[in-house]
């Protein structure tokens, strides 16, 4: 019997490219915040299978349309499905992770 860790299979929830779109409105605090705490969380548990799309209102209001949006900033979880809504800036990170239904990644 040997000791160790087993290297385990992927799964699909492990390599299927997140596509994420994030509206703001210009460069408000809440904002910038949304965005850099969407970037780290990407990086550190989505890294090399996300795609982030950044919408800004200030530019474009009538986008806000499209997905429903009163509030921001709202993220939108558009893949994999179902789509989930998370409003605020995701600075709680477990429960940013939560609510996008994401597993941490593992440290290793």
Request: hydrophobic share 40%.
């Amino acid at each position: 019997m040997s000791i160790g860790t087993r290297a385990s299979t992927p799964t699909a929830e492990d390599t299927e490219i997140w596509s994420l779109r994030l509206y703001v409105a210009g460069q408000s605090p809440r904002s910038l915040n949304a965005l850099a705490n969407l970037t780290q969380l990407c990086e550190q548990h989505l890294a090399g299978r996300h795609d982030i799309e950044t919408i800004d209102l200030v530019d474009d209001p009538s986008r806000a349309r499209d997905d429903d949006i009163l509030a921001i900033p709202t993220l939108i979880r558009r893949l994999p499905l179902p789509e989930r809504k998370i409003i605020g800036d995701l600075s709680d990170i477990p429960r940013t992770l939560a609510a996008l239904r994401l597993r941490p990644a593992v440290a290793g």
